[in-house]
């Protein structure tokens, strides 16, 4: 639970409303577009998958400092297809969840 809570407080404002809303539904794939609307807010406008990636990337100093894996997994999208998909584990939700009541 610490390198959750290590990892969290890393999080730019961003990452974590796209974190914490894939945290909402665990298990569940979670297209880009759907993050892009539903955890950042953005218009379905521009490169939204280049611009959610760009959200991932930033997750990197968290990653780092809390010594852990990134915890979500992501896909490339098939072929003809545009975006990564992205999922969390549920008991991996569930640590993070953990540190987020232990924080408050």
């Known amino acids: 639970m610490e390198r959750a809570a290590a990892f969290l407080a890393e999080l730019a404002p961003q990452a974590r409303r796209m ?3 894939m945290l909402r539904t665990p298990g569940r794939t979670i297209h880009c577009t759907e993050l892009a609307d539903k955890a950042l ?3 379905n406008e521009g490169n939204l998958a280049a ?5 991932v990337r930033g997750m990197d100093k968290g990653q780092s400092n809390s010594g852990r894996r990134y915890p979500f997994y992501w896909w490339a999208a098939p072929e003809g297809s545009t ?8 008991s991996v939700a569930a640590v993070f969840l953990a540190a987020q009541l232990g924080a408050a």
């Not at 611009?51 to 959200?55: E, F, H, I, M, S």
């Open 51 to 55: 611009r959610v990636a760009g959200v």
């Open 83 to 90: 975006g990564a998909t992205y999922a969390v584990r549920p």
């Open 41 to 43: 807010g953005w218009p």
């Open 19 to 21: 974190f914490e809303y």
